[in-house]
């Protein structure tokens, strides 16, 4: 059912609106017109994801087949197609669920890359460009080549990083089928920064890096400088492995997964994504209050050399219109498998949450979105 609401109240000349906490969230639906806003969003649910609602299943078809492709964190089946429409921060429509609780696979990552800025911000790490063996003392970047990875190359996934995290090889993720496989497994890798490639396991390393500078649960780190200050709610749970856990300063710590790949990560409402969404979208600035260093997100949005697609994980940047041809190339968004998004639009003033949408639909979702907007 579509949820439309009318205006409610007026944003003062130049003061930008954020909601407040939990529920308090004011609707306007002025800027768009009625009836092709509701054509959007009935192309949207037209185009729900085809996969398995059991996201168990739907691991088992896919990710399950590969070498070392067993779970090791939880899973749980997923609502119908939910999604926010957010515009100068007011919502101006939903649809499904949007406190349903959910996975969201690789839009984990944001959260992971959000609590490495964070530890820059306070010190804890001194430079993105320093090698992150200076930080990690157990062992992980020890040798030739992962001792030349900094934090940089982790952020934009162009370190190529070599070993077994959690059981997992690097090799492991997303190989090539058949043959080719043992060629993979035994090539030279690249040297950082010369190359991308999308990895699981690596995006599990940094959240692991991030664990042994803040030394607290990186979940706790998030809930404490950004999930409460933004008004979120206390329904988001963020999920490891059996196998994840490390021992620092006589504590037993939890390692965070940086998606689902294998199970865990990030389960988290449609409402509260687009509050992080509504933070990003704001340069980290929340009611006054900069929240992330607005020096960091300017630095997550700049394209990668060898991916100008790929900012910091997982900031998917529209660079020459490439990824999202309706859209203007300076927006930018959260994506994870699913698919999951949220769309940030500075040039619109636009946030927008779609869970279980088609990939390939997203655009022709958005081209209805922009001819929908009145102003």
Same mark, same amino acid.
């Given at each position: 059912?579509?949820?439309?609401?009318?205006?409610?109240?007026?944003?003062?000349?130049?003061?930008?609106?954020?909601?407040?906490?939990?529920?308090?969230?004011?609707?306007?639906?002025?800027?768009?017109?009625?009836?092709?806003?509701?054509?959007?969003?009935?192309?949207?649910?037209?185009?729900?994801?085809?996969?398995?609602?059991?996201?168990?299943?739907?691991?088992?078809?896919?990710?399950?087949?590969?070498?070392?492709?067993?779970?090791?964190?939880?899973?749980?089946?997923?609502?119908?197609?939910?999604?926010?429409?957010?515009?100068?921060?007011?919502?101006?429509?939903?649809?499904?669920?949007?406190?349903?609780?959910?996975?969201?696979?690789?839009?984990?990552?944001?959260?992971?890359?959000?609590?490495?800025?964070?530890?820059?911000?306070?010190?804890?790490?001194?430079?993105?460009?320093?090698?992150?063996?200076?930080?990690?003392?157990?062992?992980?970047?020890?040798?030739?080549?992962? /001792?030349?990875?900094?934090?940089?190359?982790?952020?934009?996934?162009?370190?190529?990083?070599?070993?077994?995290?959690?059981? @997992?090889?690097?090799?492991?993720?997303?190989?090539?089928?058949? @043959?080719?496989?043992?060629?993979?497994?035994?090539?030279?890798?690249?040297?950082?920064?010369?190359?991308?490639?999308?990895?699981?396991?690596?995006?599990?390393?940094?959240?692991?890096?991030?664990?042994?500078?803040?030394?607290?649960?990186?979940?706790?780190?998030?809930?404490?400088?950004?999930?409460?200050?933004?008004?979120?709610?206390?329904?988001?749970?963020?999920?490891?492995?059996?196998?994840?856990?490390?021992?620092?300063?006589?504590?037993?710590?939890?390692?965070?997964?940086?998606?689902?790949?294998?199970?865990?990560?990030?389960?988290?409402?449609?409402?509260?994504?687009?509050?992080?969404?509504?933070?990003?979208?704001?340069?980290?600035?929340?009611?006054?209050?900069?929240?992330?260093?607005?020096?960091?997100?300017?630095?997550?949005?700049?394209?990668?050399?060898?991916?100008?697609?790929?900012?910091?994980?997982?900031?998917?940047?529209?660079?020459?219109?490439?990824?999202?041809? /309706?859209?203007?190339?300076?927006?930018?968004?959260?994506?994870?498998?699913?698919?999951?998004?949220?769309?940030?639009?500075?040039?619109?003033?636009?946030?927008?949450?779609?869970?279980?949408?088609?990939?390939?639909?997203?655009?022709?979702?958005?081209?209805?979105?922009?001819?929908?907007?009145?102003?």
């Amino acid at each position: 059912m579509l949820r439309f609401a009318p205006l409610l109240s007026i944003c003062l000349l130049g003061q930008a609106y954020y909601p407040g906490a939990h529920d308090d969230w004011e609707r306007r639906v002025a800027d768009f017109d009625a009836g092709r806003l509701s054509e959007a969003i009935s192309y949207a649910k037209t185009h729900e994801s085809k996969a398995p609602r059991d996201l168990r299943l739907a691991h088992d078809l896919s990710f399950g087949r590969e070498l070392y492709g067993e779970p090791m964190g939880p899973f749980k089946t997923r609502g119908e197609m939910a999604g926010v429409i957010l515009k100068g921060g007011y919502i101006a429509a939903e649809w499904g669920d949007p406190w349903r609780v959910d996975m969201t696979f690789s839009v984990t990552k944001s959260l992971v890359s959000t609590t490495v800025g964070l530890a820059v911000e306070q010190g804890l790490i001194r430079s993105i460009d320093d090698p992150v063996a200076r930080y990690v003392p157990t062992g992980e970047f020890d040798g030739a080549l992962n /001792s030349k990875i900094t934090w940089d190359h982790l952020l934009r996934q162009t370190s190529d990083w070599e070993g077994t995290l959690w059981g @997992k090889p690097d090799w492991a993720d997303r190989p090539p089928a058949g @043959k080719a496989i043992q060629e993979y497994r035994l090539r030279k890798h690249n040297e950082p920064g010369a190359s991308y490639k999308y990895n699981d396991v690596r995006v599990n390393l940094l959240a692991l890096a991030a664990l042994h500078v803040w030394r607290r649960p990186l979940p706790l780190v998030l809930k404490e400088r950004i999930m409460d200050p933004i008004g979120a709610s206390n329904t988001w749970r963020w999920h490891g492995y059996s196998n994840s856990w490390i021992e620092m300063d006589g504590l037993k710590m939890q390692s965070v997964a940086g998606g689902a790949h294998w199970g865990g990560g990030l389960w988290i409402s449609s409402r509260d994504q687009a509050r992080f969404g509504l933070l990003t979208l704001r340069n980290g600035k929340w009611k006054g209050k900069q929240l992330m260093p607005e020096s960091w997100i300017r630095l997550a949005r700049t394209p990668t050399s060898v991916q100008p697609t790929y900012g910091f994980m997982n900031w998917y940047l529209n660079t020459d219109r490439k990824l999202w041809p /309706s859209a203007p190339a300076t927006a930018f968004a959260h994506v994870g498998n699913g698919t999951n998004m949220i769309y940030c639009d500075p040039e619109h003033d636009l946030v927008v949450v779609l869970r279980w949408i088609e990939g390939d639909a997203v655009d022709g979702f958005l081209q209805r979105l922009f001819q929908a907007m009145t102003k």
